[in-house]
């Protein structure tokens, strides 16, 4: 079985533009989480969706927003690209609302110029 | 929020060393969890452990939630095991679906 898969693995963007990061569940999971790594920290919670709906936002600006498709794949958007968005933006996989456990991909690398 | 402590933060261990890390948070807790991240920034989740005591080979972990605090044992440490172990809790149901990760400890195992 495939696990949590992220694309693109490395993107290299420029101040002001606009990203796209994508996560595909593990099969049969339905929630998804999104996390921020920047060096030398722990990640840090963004977004939870579960069921297509929001149901939990970390402290991130507006310039953040995700979504979650019938497939439960996900979509991660970050508008206006600062330099502080460079980090390691990770997906993670769980079988419910509540987890069960959470399972990571293999995260996006963004560095922003 | 709850608050997750990790200690030590940085950890240099002779290969066959046996190493223990320890895991402090400020609350309840639903869910535990224990990562290794590789050098290339893999999250492997080694132990799905709210409560008791878990093993998996040379690893083995403890919670004792009463107490709020988690331990990691490494026995037998080998240079692959090298790389930052996170400790990440999930709160109470009011604190909302996430998990709050600590900051880390960074193993280095030498040959």
């Known amino acids: 079985d495939a696990g949590v898969t992220q694309s693109p693995t490395h993107l290299i963007k420029t101040r002001g533009q606009h990203v796209t990061l994508r996560c595909s569940p593990i099969s049969g999971h339905k929630s998804v989480s999104w996390y921020q790594q920047v060096l030398g920290q722990g990640p840090q919670f963004i977004f939870q969706y579960y069921e297509k709906e929001e149901r939990g936002r970390g402290n991130f600006p507006d310039r953040f927003s995700a979504r979650q498709f019938p497939n439960y794949s996900s979509e991660l958007n970050v508008n206006a690209l600062l330099l502080g968005d460079s980090a390691l933006y990770l997906c993670?996989?769980?079988?419910?609302?509540?987890?069960?456990?959470?399972?990571f991909g293999s995260g996006t690398r963004l560095t922003v110029v | 929020g709850i608050q997750v402590e990790q200690s030590p933060p940085d950890l240099i261990l002779q290969e066959g060393a046996n190493s223990t890390l320890r895991c402090n948070f400020s609350?309840?807790?639903?869910?535990l969890q224990w990562f290794h991240q590789n050098p290339w920034g893999q999250l492997i989740n080694l132990f799905y452990?709210?409560?008791g005591t878990k093993q998996n080979g040379r690893l083995s972990a403890t919670t004792v939630a009463t107490e709020r605090y988690s331990l990691l044992y490494i026995s037998s440490s080998q240079t692959t095991d090298s790389g930052v172990y996170f400790c990440a809790v999930e709160g109470p149901r009011a604190a909302g679906n996430k998990l709050t990760f600590g900051g880390g400890t960074r193993v280095l195992v030498k040959p």
């Open positions: 609350d309840s807790v639903n869910n």
């Open positions: 993670a996989s769980s079988l419910g609302r509540r987890s069960y456990g959470y399972t």
């Open positions: 452990i709210p409560s």
